[in-house]
Protein backbone atom coordinates (compact mmCIF):
# COMPACT_ATOMS: atom_id res chain seq x y z
CA UNK A 1 0.00 0.00 0.00
CA UNK A 2 1.27 3.58 -0.64
CA UNK A 3 1.22 6.01 1.90
CA UNK A 4 -0.65 8.96 1.37
CA UNK A 5 1.98 11.60 2.13
CA UNK A 6 0.83 14.43 -0.92
CA UNK A 7 -2.17 16.04 -0.65
CA UNK A 8 -2.52 17.96 -3.95
CA UNK A 9 -5.22 20.58 -5.40
CA UNK A 10 -6.26 21.23 -9.09
CA UNK A 11 -5.41 24.43 -10.37
CA UNK A 12 -8.48 25.61 -10.51
CA UNK A 13 -9.11 25.24 -6.28
CA UNK A 14 -6.33 28.71 -6.42
CA UNK A 15 -8.33 30.50 -4.47
CA UNK A 16 -10.32 33.12 -5.87
CA UNK A 17 -10.57 35.50 -3.16
CA UNK A 18 -8.16 36.49 -0.75
CA UNK A 19 -9.51 36.47 2.87
CA UNK A 20 -9.68 39.70 5.13
CA UNK A 21 -9.85 38.51 8.79
CA UNK A 22 -10.56 42.04 10.11
CA UNK A 23 -13.69 41.21 9.09
CA UNK A 24 -14.32 38.60 11.67
CA UNK A 25 -12.26 40.13 14.44
CA UNK A 26 -13.43 40.86 17.81
CA UNK A 27 -11.61 43.58 18.76
CA UNK A 28 -10.38 45.79 15.07
CA UNK A 29 -7.11 47.20 14.74
CA UNK A 30 -6.26 50.94 16.34
CA UNK A 31 -5.87 53.28 13.60
CA UNK A 32 -2.45 54.44 12.80
CA UNK A 33 -1.13 58.11 14.17
CA UNK A 34 0.40 61.72 12.61
CA UNK A 35 3.27 61.40 14.89
CA UNK A 36 2.65 65.18 14.64
CA UNK A 37 -0.53 65.96 15.91
CA UNK A 38 -1.49 62.46 17.55
CA UNK A 39 -4.25 62.25 15.35
CA UNK A 40 -5.56 59.51 13.67
CA UNK A 41 -4.32 59.69 9.93
CA UNK A 42 -6.54 58.76 7.25
CA UNK A 43 -5.69 56.50 3.91
CA UNK A 44 -4.67 59.45 1.40
CA UNK A 45 -1.28 59.89 3.49
CA UNK A 46 -0.27 56.37 1.97
CA UNK A 47 -1.23 58.03 -1.83
CA UNK A 48 2.70 59.19 -2.80
CA UNK A 49 4.04 56.12 -2.03
CA UNK A 50 1.08 53.36 -3.27
CA UNK A 51 -1.53 53.16 -5.97
CA UNK A 52 -5.16 53.46 -5.05
CA UNK A 53 -6.37 49.49 -4.82
CA UNK A 54 -3.74 48.38 -2.41
CA UNK A 55 -4.19 51.86 0.20
CA UNK A 56 -8.12 50.55 -0.24
CA UNK A 57 -7.29 47.15 0.68
CA UNK A 58 -4.95 48.22 3.52
CA UNK A 59 -8.03 49.49 5.26
CA UNK A 60 -10.79 47.16 4.19
CA UNK A 61 -12.94 45.39 6.20
CA UNK A 62 -14.84 43.54 3.64
CA UNK A 63 -14.23 40.02 4.16
CA UNK A 64 -13.66 38.87 0.88
CA UNK A 65 -12.06 40.31 -2.05
CA UNK A 66 -12.03 39.22 -5.34
CA UNK A 67 -8.53 37.67 -6.69
CA UNK A 68 -8.08 39.49 -10.38
CA UNK A 69 -7.75 36.97 -13.28
CA UNK A 70 -4.30 38.17 -14.23
CA UNK A 71 -3.08 37.30 -11.22
CA UNK A 72 -4.41 34.27 -10.45
CA UNK A 73 -3.02 32.92 -13.74
CA UNK A 74 0.45 34.14 -12.75
CA UNK A 75 -0.24 32.03 -9.37
CA UNK A 76 -0.34 29.32 -11.97
CA UNK A 77 2.91 29.10 -12.38
CA UNK A 78 3.87 27.65 -8.83
CA UNK A 79 -0.05 27.42 -7.15
CA UNK A 80 -1.21 25.51 -6.00
CA UNK A 81 1.55 24.92 -3.59
CA UNK A 82 2.09 21.20 -1.97
CA UNK A 83 1.14 20.12 0.95
CA UNK A 84 2.87 16.60 2.55
CA UNK A 85 2.64 14.22 5.68
CA UNK A 86 6.23 14.32 7.55
CA UNK A 87 5.90 10.89 7.87
CA UNK A 88 10.25 10.16 8.30
CA UNK A 89 10.34 13.44 10.46
CA UNK A 90 7.37 11.68 12.75
CA UNK A 91 9.33 8.35 13.01
CA UNK A 92 12.71 10.19 13.73
CA UNK A 93 10.91 12.12 16.66
CA UNK A 94 8.74 8.55 17.68
CA UNK A 95 6.09 11.13 18.43
CA UNK A 96 2.44 10.10 18.12
CA UNK A 97 2.11 13.41 16.36
CA UNK A 98 0.99 13.35 12.80
CA UNK A 99 2.98 16.06 11.37
CA UNK A 100 2.19 18.09 8.17
CA UNK A 101 3.71 20.80 6.09
CA UNK A 102 2.61 23.22 3.21
CA UNK A 103 5.47 23.92 0.68
CA UNK A 104 5.74 27.78 -0.38
CA UNK A 105 9.44 26.90 -1.45
CA UNK A 106 7.98 25.62 -4.75
CA UNK A 107 7.40 29.31 -5.88
CA UNK A 108 9.97 31.16 -8.64
CA UNK A 109 11.86 32.85 -5.86
CA UNK A 110 11.75 30.21 -3.73
CA UNK A 111 9.30 31.95 -0.61
CA UNK A 112 5.63 32.65 0.26
CA UNK A 113 6.78 36.14 -1.31
CA UNK A 114 5.86 36.09 -5.07
CA UNK A 115 2.06 35.68 -3.43
CA UNK A 116 2.24 39.48 -2.63
CA UNK A 117 4.59 40.76 -5.30
CA UNK A 118 2.83 39.59 -7.79
CA UNK A 119 -0.89 41.10 -6.69
CA UNK A 120 1.06 44.38 -5.84
CA UNK A 121 3.09 44.48 -9.45
CA UNK A 122 -0.22 43.92 -10.65
CA UNK A 123 -1.85 46.56 -8.91
CA UNK A 124 0.51 48.80 -9.81
CA UNK A 125 0.50 48.19 -13.45
CA UNK A 126 -3.34 49.03 -13.72
CA UNK A 127 -2.95 52.34 -12.50
CA UNK A 128 0.28 52.90 -14.91
CA UNK A 129 2.86 53.11 -12.63
CA UNK A 130 6.48 52.48 -14.73
CA UNK A 131 8.28 51.47 -11.78
CA UNK A 132 8.56 50.29 -8.27
CA UNK A 133 11.27 50.97 -5.61
CA UNK A 134 11.85 48.59 -2.59
CA UNK A 135 14.51 47.95 -0.12
CA UNK A 136 15.61 44.29 0.54
CA UNK A 137 17.80 42.75 3.18
CA UNK A 138 19.19 38.54 2.32
CA UNK A 139 16.79 39.31 -0.45
CA UNK A 140 14.21 36.98 -0.34
CA UNK A 141 11.64 40.05 -0.95
CA UNK A 142 13.73 41.71 -3.55
CA UNK A 143 13.95 38.58 -5.55
CA UNK A 144 10.49 37.96 -5.57
CA UNK A 145 9.45 41.50 -6.72
CA UNK A 146 11.89 41.49 -9.24
CA UNK A 147 10.08 38.28 -10.02
CA UNK A 148 6.88 39.91 -10.56
CA UNK A 149 7.99 43.15 -12.17
CA UNK A 150 9.24 40.64 -14.88
CA UNK A 151 5.66 39.24 -15.13
CA UNK A 152 3.78 42.96 -15.99
CA UNK A 153 6.80 44.68 -17.48
CA UNK A 154 7.19 47.26 -14.50
CA UNK A 155 10.90 48.50 -13.62
CA UNK A 156 12.14 47.40 -10.41
CA UNK A 157 14.92 48.92 -8.63
CA UNK A 158 15.91 47.78 -5.05
CA UNK A 159 18.24 48.95 -2.00
CA UNK A 160 19.82 45.84 -0.88
CA UNK A 161 21.78 46.43 2.20
CA UNK A 162 25.44 46.30 1.72
CA UNK A 163 26.62 44.11 3.76
CA UNK A 164 24.06 41.47 2.09
CA UNK A 165 25.01 42.52 -1.45
CA UNK A 166 28.71 42.36 -0.61
CA UNK A 167 28.66 39.14 1.57
CA UNK A 168 25.51 37.19 -0.51
CA UNK A 169 25.92 37.92 -4.13
CA UNK A 170 23.72 35.32 -5.20
CA UNK A 171 20.38 36.77 -4.54
CA UNK A 172 21.85 39.91 -6.18
CA UNK A 173 22.28 37.57 -9.23
CA UNK A 174 19.32 36.14 -9.22
CA UNK A 175 17.25 40.03 -8.83
CA UNK A 176 19.57 41.20 -11.56
CA UNK A 177 18.79 38.16 -13.82
CA UNK A 178 15.10 39.13 -13.55
CA UNK A 179 15.86 42.95 -14.87
CA UNK A 180 15.96 44.64 -11.75
CA UNK A 181 18.72 47.22 -10.93
CA UNK A 182 20.31 46.30 -7.69
CA UNK A 183 22.14 49.08 -5.67
CA UNK A 184 24.32 48.15 -2.54
CA UNK A 185 22.44 50.37 0.10
CA UNK A 186 23.59 53.16 1.18
CA UNK A 187 23.97 54.74 -2.29
CA UNK A 188 24.87 58.33 -3.61
CA UNK A 189 21.86 58.62 -5.57
CA UNK A 190 19.25 59.44 -2.42
CA UNK A 191 19.24 62.74 0.24
CA UNK A 192 19.27 59.74 2.88
CA UNK A 193 21.59 57.92 1.41
CA UNK A 194 24.20 60.71 0.93
CA UNK A 195 23.67 61.55 4.26
CA UNK A 196 24.80 58.80 5.86
CA UNK A 197 27.58 58.02 3.16
CA UNK A 198 28.93 61.82 4.46
CA UNK A 199 29.22 60.52 8.03
CA UNK A 200 30.48 56.87 7.47
CA UNK A 201 31.50 56.12 3.67
CA UNK A 202 31.95 52.52 4.60
CA UNK A 203 28.74 52.04 6.38
CA UNK A 204 27.59 48.44 5.59
CA UNK A 205 23.63 49.90 5.35
CA UNK A 206 20.70 48.58 7.42
CA UNK A 207 17.09 47.51 6.72
CA UNK A 208 15.96 51.09 7.76
CA UNK A 209 18.62 53.08 5.75
CA UNK A 210 17.69 51.24 2.35
CA UNK A 211 13.83 51.98 3.49
CA UNK A 212 13.86 55.72 3.29
CA UNK A 213 15.99 55.65 0.20
CA UNK A 214 13.80 53.43 -1.65
CA UNK A 215 10.67 55.77 0.02
CA UNK A 216 12.38 58.95 -1.08
CA UNK A 217 12.92 57.54 -4.60
CA UNK A 218 9.16 57.12 -4.98
CA UNK A 219 7.61 59.98 -3.57
CA UNK A 220 9.60 62.55 -5.46
CA UNK A 221 8.47 60.67 -8.95
CA UNK A 222 4.81 60.60 -10.36
CA UNK A 223 5.65 57.39 -12.29
CA UNK A 224 7.22 55.65 -9.28
CA UNK A 225 5.86 53.68 -6.20
CA UNK A 226 7.14 51.51 -3.42
CA UNK A 227 6.53 48.22 -2.37
CA UNK A 228 6.51 46.33 1.24
CA UNK A 229 7.07 43.05 1.28
CA UNK A 230 5.81 42.17 5.02
CA UNK A 231 3.94 43.87 8.20
CA UNK A 232 1.14 45.92 6.20
CA UNK A 233 -2.57 44.75 5.95
CA UNK A 234 -2.44 44.15 2.30
CA UNK A 235 0.50 42.03 1.97
CA UNK A 236 -1.11 39.64 5.48
CA UNK A 237 -4.07 40.13 2.92
CA UNK A 238 -2.20 38.46 -0.30
CA UNK A 239 -0.92 35.57 1.70
CA UNK A 240 -4.70 34.26 2.61
CA UNK A 241 -3.93 32.08 -0.31
CA UNK A 242 -1.82 29.54 1.11
CA UNK A 243 -3.99 28.74 3.97
CA UNK A 244 -7.14 29.03 1.91
CA UNK A 245 -5.07 26.27 0.23
CA UNK A 246 -4.21 24.05 3.00
CA UNK A 247 -7.70 24.06 4.46
CA UNK A 248 -8.94 22.07 1.29
CA UNK A 249 -5.54 19.63 1.60
CA UNK A 250 -5.69 18.83 5.28
CA UNK A 251 -9.48 17.81 4.19
CA UNK A 252 -8.42 15.79 1.65
CA UNK A 253 -6.25 14.22 4.29
CA UNK A 254 -9.09 13.91 6.69
CA UNK A 255 -7.81 15.87 9.21
CA UNK A 256 -7.82 19.28 10.86
CA UNK A 257 -4.67 20.81 12.00
CA UNK A 258 -4.83 21.06 16.03
CA UNK A 259 -1.51 23.22 15.73
CA UNK A 260 -0.26 25.02 13.35
CA UNK A 261 3.76 26.76 13.43
CA UNK A 262 4.93 28.93 11.61
CA UNK A 263 7.95 31.58 11.49
CA UNK A 264 7.27 35.16 12.28
CA UNK A 265 9.01 38.10 10.73
CA UNK A 266 6.85 40.46 10.22
CA UNK A 267 3.58 38.58 10.06
CA UNK A 268 2.81 37.66 6.60
CA UNK A 269 3.66 33.78 6.40
CA UNK A 270 2.22 33.85 9.61
CA UNK A 271 -1.15 35.64 8.29
CA UNK A 272 -0.79 33.26 5.30
CA UNK A 273 -0.91 30.15 6.60
CA UNK A 274 -3.07 30.85 10.19
CA UNK A 275 -5.62 33.32 8.89
CA UNK A 276 -8.14 31.32 7.06
CA UNK A 277 -7.63 28.89 10.25
CA UNK A 278 -8.51 31.21 12.77
CA UNK A 279 -11.46 32.13 10.73
CA UNK A 280 -12.62 28.72 11.48
CA UNK A 281 -12.27 29.38 15.68
CA UNK A 282 -14.01 32.53 14.95
CA UNK A 283 -16.58 30.81 13.31
CA UNK A 284 -17.11 27.47 13.99
CA UNK A 285 -16.12 27.55 17.30
CA UNK A 286 -12.75 25.45 16.66
CA UNK A 287 -9.60 25.49 19.06
CA UNK A 288 -6.74 25.78 16.23
CA UNK A 289 -3.63 27.06 18.04
CA UNK A 290 -1.48 29.27 15.90
CA UNK A 291 1.81 29.72 17.02
CA UNK A 292 4.34 32.14 16.02
CA UNK A 293 7.76 31.69 16.10
CA UNK A 294 10.28 34.23 16.40
CA UNK A 295 14.08 34.51 17.09
CA UNK A 296 15.16 34.68 20.87
CA UNK A 297 17.43 37.89 19.57
CA UNK A 298 14.26 39.49 18.14
CA UNK A 299 11.79 38.54 20.33
CA UNK A 300 9.40 41.55 19.84
CA UNK A 301 6.25 39.46 20.46
CA UNK A 302 7.12 37.71 23.23
CA UNK A 303 9.08 40.21 25.06
CA UNK A 304 8.38 43.55 23.49
CA UNK A 305 5.68 46.05 23.70
CA UNK A 306 2.21 46.54 22.53
CA UNK A 307 2.34 50.50 21.83
CA UNK A 308 2.91 52.91 19.01
CA UNK A 309 6.04 52.94 17.39
CA UNK A 310 7.69 53.95 14.13
CA UNK A 311 7.79 51.18 11.20
CA UNK A 312 11.01 52.40 10.37
CA UNK A 313 14.34 53.44 11.77
CA UNK A 314 14.70 57.03 10.87
CA UNK A 315 10.74 57.68 12.03
CA UNK A 316 9.14 58.89 9.11
CA UNK A 317 6.26 56.25 9.00
CA UNK A 318 3.51 57.20 10.72
CA UNK A 319 2.89 55.80 14.28
CA UNK A 320 1.36 51.98 14.28
CA UNK A 321 0.17 50.09 17.13
CA UNK A 322 1.82 47.25 17.56
CA UNK A 323 4.43 45.00 19.41
CA UNK A 324 7.61 46.49 19.01
CA UNK A 325 11.52 46.08 20.33
CA UNK A 326 11.42 50.29 19.75
CA UNK A 327 12.07 51.51 15.77
CA UNK A 328 15.91 51.91 17.15
CA UNK A 329 16.56 48.21 17.70
CA UNK A 330 19.11 46.67 15.72
CA UNK A 331 19.71 42.92 16.12
CA UNK A 332 22.14 40.42 16.40
CA UNK A 333 23.14 39.82 12.97
CA UNK A 334 21.60 36.22 13.08
CA UNK A 335 21.36 34.20 9.62
CA UNK A 336 17.25 34.22 9.83
CA UNK A 337 17.69 37.82 8.19
CA UNK A 338 14.13 37.57 7.26
CA UNK A 339 13.22 37.65 10.93
CA UNK A 340 15.22 40.57 12.08
CA UNK A 341 12.40 43.26 11.54
CA UNK A 342 11.80 45.22 15.06
CA UNK A 343 8.16 45.29 14.91
CA UNK A 344 5.15 43.40 14.17
CA UNK A 345 1.91 43.80 11.73
CA UNK A 346 -1.19 45.43 13.16
CA UNK A 347 -3.27 42.87 12.50
CA UNK A 348 -1.08 40.13 14.17
CA UNK A 349 -0.46 42.30 16.78
CA UNK A 350 -4.26 42.85 17.93
CA UNK A 351 -4.76 38.96 17.74
CA UNK A 352 -1.68 38.59 19.89
CA UNK A 353 -2.95 40.93 22.52
CA UNK A 354 -6.48 39.76 22.74
CA UNK A 355 -4.77 35.91 23.03
CA UNK A 356 -6.14 34.54 19.79
CA UNK A 357 -3.03 33.50 18.54
CA UNK A 358 0.69 32.19 20.41
CA UNK A 359 4.13 33.05 19.94
CA UNK A 360 7.54 31.69 21.42
CA UNK A 361 11.00 32.66 20.68
CA UNK A 362 13.31 30.16 19.49
CA UNK A 363 17.62 30.23 19.65
CA UNK A 364 19.25 30.00 16.73
CA UNK A 365 21.13 26.62 17.59
CA UNK A 366 18.12 24.95 18.05
CA UNK A 367 16.27 26.29 14.85
CA UNK A 368 19.29 24.80 12.97
CA UNK A 369 19.38 21.40 14.54
CA UNK A 370 15.69 20.94 13.59
CA UNK A 371 16.48 22.64 10.09
CA UNK A 372 18.64 19.43 9.58
CA UNK A 373 17.14 17.14 11.00
CA UNK A 374 14.31 18.01 8.69
CA UNK A 375 16.47 17.88 5.61
CA UNK A 376 18.07 14.96 6.24
CA UNK A 377 14.26 13.26 6.98
CA UNK A 378 12.12 15.07 4.42
CA UNK A 379 14.93 16.27 1.37
CA UNK A 380 14.25 19.64 1.72
CA UNK A 381 16.80 22.22 2.90
CA UNK A 382 14.35 24.86 5.01
CA UNK A 383 15.27 28.52 5.32
CA UNK A 384 17.06 29.59 8.04
CA UNK A 385 13.56 31.79 9.25
CA UNK A 386 11.40 28.47 8.49
CA UNK A 387 13.47 26.45 10.80
CA UNK A 388 11.89 28.16 13.55
CA UNK A 389 8.93 26.84 12.51
CA UNK A 390 9.80 23.61 12.51
CA UNK A 391 11.69 23.80 15.87
CA UNK A 392 8.47 25.04 17.35
CA UNK A 393 6.88 22.06 15.85
CA UNK A 394 9.10 19.56 16.96
CA UNK A 395 8.42 20.97 21.00
CA UNK A 396 4.97 20.10 20.20
CA UNK A 397 5.67 16.78 18.65
CA UNK A 398 8.05 16.01 21.84
CA UNK A 399 5.26 17.36 23.97
CA UNK A 400 2.97 14.50 22.49
CA UNK A 401 5.20 11.97 23.08
CA UNK A 402 5.31 12.49 26.70
CA UNK A 403 1.50 12.53 26.85
CA UNK A 404 0.80 10.18 24.20
CA UNK A 405 -1.61 12.21 22.63
CA UNK A 406 -1.71 12.09 18.75
CA UNK A 407 -1.95 15.44 17.77
CA UNK A 408 -2.06 16.96 13.97
CA UNK A 409 0.75 19.92 13.42
CA UNK A 410 0.56 21.66 10.05
CA UNK A 411 4.09 23.20 9.68
CA UNK A 412 4.64 26.60 7.31
CA UNK A 413 7.50 25.69 5.38
CA UNK A 414 7.35 28.86 3.33
CA UNK A 415 10.73 28.66 1.78
CA UNK A 416 13.92 26.75 1.03
CA UNK A 417 17.32 27.65 2.08
CA UNK A 418 19.62 26.82 -1.01
CA UNK A 419 20.57 30.41 -1.20
CA UNK A 420 21.86 30.28 2.42
CA UNK A 421 23.65 27.03 2.37
CA UNK A 422 26.96 29.44 4.26
CA UNK A 423 24.54 29.46 7.36
CA UNK A 424 24.18 25.60 7.36
CA UNK A 425 28.08 25.83 6.58
CA UNK A 426 28.50 27.67 9.88
CA UNK A 427 26.33 25.42 12.12
CA UNK A 428 27.90 22.52 10.89
CA UNK A 429 31.14 23.91 11.30
CA UNK A 430 30.24 25.04 15.19
CA UNK A 431 30.64 28.35 14.67
CA UNK A 432 27.00 29.40 15.10
CA UNK A 433 26.84 30.91 18.96
CA UNK A 434 23.54 31.35 21.38
CA UNK A 435 21.58 34.55 20.85
CA UNK A 436 19.44 35.35 23.67
CA UNK A 437 18.31 39.40 24.19
CA UNK A 438 18.41 40.13 28.17
CA UNK A 439 15.67 41.74 29.67
CA UNK A 440 18.03 44.66 30.16
CA UNK A 441 18.47 44.78 26.63
CA UNK A 442 14.72 44.79 26.23
CA UNK A 443 14.31 47.36 28.13
CA UNK A 444 16.70 49.53 27.38
CA UNK A 445 15.59 49.30 23.60
CA UNK A 446 12.10 50.11 24.71
CA UNK A 447 13.10 53.38 26.75
CA UNK A 448 14.02 54.87 23.51
CA UNK A 449 10.38 54.76 22.47
CA UNK A 450 8.69 57.98 23.15
CA UNK A 451 5.41 57.25 22.50
CA UNK A 452 2.10 56.34 24.29
CA UNK A 453 2.09 52.76 25.93
CA UNK A 454 -1.09 51.19 25.64
CA UNK A 455 -1.04 47.95 27.51
C1 LIG B 1 10.66 37.16 4.47
C2 LIG B 1 10.60 35.81 5.04
C3 LIG B 1 10.11 35.57 6.34
C4 LIG B 1 9.69 36.65 7.28
O1 LIG B 1 8.69 37.52 6.87
P1 LIG B 1 7.15 37.36 7.27
O2 LIG B 1 6.51 38.56 6.68
O3 LIG B 1 7.05 37.32 8.75
O4 LIG B 1 6.67 36.11 6.65
C5 LIG B 1 10.07 34.27 6.80
N1 LIG B 1 10.46 33.25 6.03
C6 LIG B 1 10.92 33.43 4.77
C7 LIG B 1 11.36 32.23 3.97
C8 LIG B 1 11.01 34.70 4.22
O5 LIG B 1 11.46 34.89 2.98
Not at 145 to 173: G, T, W
Not at 280 to 293: P, V, W
Not at 423 to 439: I, Q, R, T, W
Amino acid sequence: MMKNRRFDLLPQEVPTHFYNIVADMPNKPLPPLNPGTMEPIGPEALAPLFPEELIKQEVSAEQMIEIPDEVRDTYLKYRPTPLFRAFELEKALDTPAKIYYKYEGVSPSGSHKPNTAIAQAYYNKMEGVKKITTETGAGQWGSALSFACAQFNIDCEVFMVRISHDQKPYRKMLMQTYGADVHASPTNTTEAGRKILAEDPDSPGSLGIAISEAVEKAANDPDTKYALGSVLNHVLLHQTVIGQEAIKQMEKAGEMPDIICAPFGGGSNFAGISFPFLRMNFTQGRKIRCIASEPSSCPKLTKGEFRYDFGDTVGMTPLMPMYTLGHQFVPAPIHAGGLRYHGAGVVVSQLLKDKLIEAEAIDQLECFEAGVLFTQKEGILPAPETCHAIASAIREAKKCKESGESKVILIHLCGHGYFDLKAYDDYLKGSLVKHELSDADVQKALQKIQTPSLV
